[in-house]
């Protein structure tokens, strides 16, 4: 059972719009949230994270936002630019309690593919 | 460069071989993770270290897995009698005990032959 899902496994934007991603949660014990890019042949990169707190974190072009209620959160990229080429990875944690994350639980992850 | 480094990147192996992979962690990291990454897949978590104590396995993680972090510097991650089931990328990371962020090497590639 898929804890964190990305149903969508692609997205293509054009550059300079804005990229949007979404991802899914069914477990309400998840508390933080990360997002993270992963290029090929390289490990994942963290990009930015949310605390169930907050209903919105901003870092530059990237701007998470998260919706308790609806188990939902979303990551804008705004302006969408070629190098943000990549495959991006949603993760979550329950561990808010201690402070760190024991385990991340990750998505399937969403292509995107910002076209010049 | 002091990020999270792995060895090796790349390893063929026939099934029923034993191998072993090594991750060295950011220095001021006192916790390390090992994940597995098969195609079109996230990472699934394996285990988790603080310092040389290994605090969670996940179930992914049969009899055939070991992992150790002896100094609670670098860790290695054996693979005995390796399965065809076991080709996947192994991805290490490392963060603060302090700190939801994990920072990831670049992996290393198994394929079981």
């Known amino acids: 059972d898929q804890q964190v899902k990305q149903n969508s496994p692609s997205l293509s934007v054009q550059e300079g719009r804005i990229s949007i991603l979404n991802c899914d949660y069914t477990?309400?014990?998840?508390?933080?949230f990360l997002w993270y890019k992963k290029y090929p042949a390289e490990g994942p990169t963290f990009l930015i994270s949310?605390?169930?707190?907050?209903d919105k974190n901003e870092d530059g072009r990237f701007t998470v936002f998260l919706n308790k209620s609806a188990k939902h959160l979303s990551l804008h990229i705004v302006p969408s630019q070629p190098g943000d080429s990549a495959v991006y990875f949603c993760?979550?944690?329950?561990?808010?309690?201690?402070?760190?994350?024991?385990?991340?639980?990750f998505g399937s992850g969403t292509q995107l593919t910002v076209l010049p | 460069d002091t990020g999270v480094s792995q060895d090796p990147r790349h390893k063929i192996t026939k099934r029923g071989q034993n191998v072993t992979f090594r991750c060295d962690p950011i220095?001021?990291?006192?916790?390390l993770y090992w994940y597995r990454q098969t195609l079109g897949q996230g990472p699934e978590f394996l285990t988790y270290?603080?310092?040389?104590?290994?605090?969670?396995k996940s179930r992914l993680l049969s009899d055939r897995f070991s992992a150790e972090r002896p100094k609670g510097s670098f860790s290695t991650l054996e693979i005995q009698r390796t399965e065809q089931g076991d080709s996947a990328m192994y991805l290490c990371?490392?963060?603060?005990?302090?700190?939801?962020?994990?920072?990831f090497g670049p992996g290393t590639r198994l394929t079981v032959t």
């Open positions: 993760a979550a944690s329950d561990d808010i309690s201690s402070g760190s994350a024991r385990q991340l639980t």
């Open positions: 270290f603080q310092n040389e104590a290994q605090l969670e």
């Open positions: 220095s001021e990291h006192n916790r």
């Open positions: 949310i605390s169930s707190i907050k």
């Open positions: 477990n309400s014990m998840f508390d933080y």
């Open positions: 990371a490392s963060s603060r005990s302090t700190s939801y962020e994990q920072y």
